[in-house]
């Protein structure tokens, strides 16, 4: 639990402390990742607006590290910081002020699916990508994004999965479509390409012309961003 109101950290960490929970207190961005380098944690509860390192700044520095389930917590005049937490790798956001039975809900959620997700990582390492909020489970053949699961066609999973295979490579149209329609580039492929590559962006991005994930290097092809 990571907030710099003290009253706040009591209050719900003796409120999951009833529910069965271990809690571990933080009050800013710097300490809570101190915390998370000494004790196993399962999920984080970050706020937003904090001293010496603040929430949205704690989760970028904790994902380059660490996949576990981060709820943010945010007033509800922050749509701003909403946002920008799920597109840095939060799993999902509370407005405040909560409610206690929706706040438990949402980490009972976030945990069932961590502990899924979690379970499947640790038996098949290299059966789930994963790169930021974006997650491919290659067996079950579903993707999620922000811990929602977006529904691709099969040549979309199948070009999203060779990106992220080999994160920040750039590969030519022609490339991508003989890697996934298993034929030869011999007319032109470019259009066929692009098409397929807007339709993943319009899915997997918030802002699909602004993409975060897939972009493209012109003149040569396109690339998927590492997080």
Request: proline letters at 3%; a negative charge; charged letters at 30%.
């Amino acid at each position: 639990m990571v907030d710099d109101n003290r009253e706040i950290v009591f209050s719900i960490s003796e409120l999951l402390k009833y529910e069965g929970y271990d809690v571990i207190a933080a009050y800013d961005g710097m300490e809570a990742l101190e915390q998370l380098e000494q004790h196993p944690v399962d999920l984080i509860l970050l706020d937003v607006m904090m001293p010496r390192l603040n929430g949205l700044s704690a989760l970028m520095k904790l994902r380059e590290k660490h996949r576990i389930p981060v709820i943010i917590l945010s007033a509800k005049t922050e749509e701003s910081d909403k946002v920008s937490g799920l597109t840095l790798g939060a799993d999902d956001y509370i407005s405040k002020p909560y409610h206690s039975a929706e706040l438990i809900a949402r980490i009972r959620a976030q945990l069932r699916r961590y502990h899924t997700w979690g379970n499947e990582k640790k038996e098949n390492t290299d059966q789930l990508l994963v790169n930021g909020g974006l997650r491919l489970d290659l067996p079950g053949k579903r993707c999620m994004v922000d811990g929602r699961e977006i529904r691709l066609t099969a040549k979309e999973f199948a070009i999203l999965q060779m990106f992220m295979e080999h994160p920040g490579q750039v590969f030519s149209a022609e490339q991508i479509y003989e890697h996934v329609w298993k034929e030869e580039a011999i007319l032109s492929v470019e259009n066929t390409v692009m098409v397929h590559i807007r339709h993943i962006r319009e899915k997997i991005e918030i802002d699909s012309k602004n993409p975060r994930y897939v972009k493209v290097v012109w003149g040569i092809g396109y690339k998927m961003e590492q997080f």
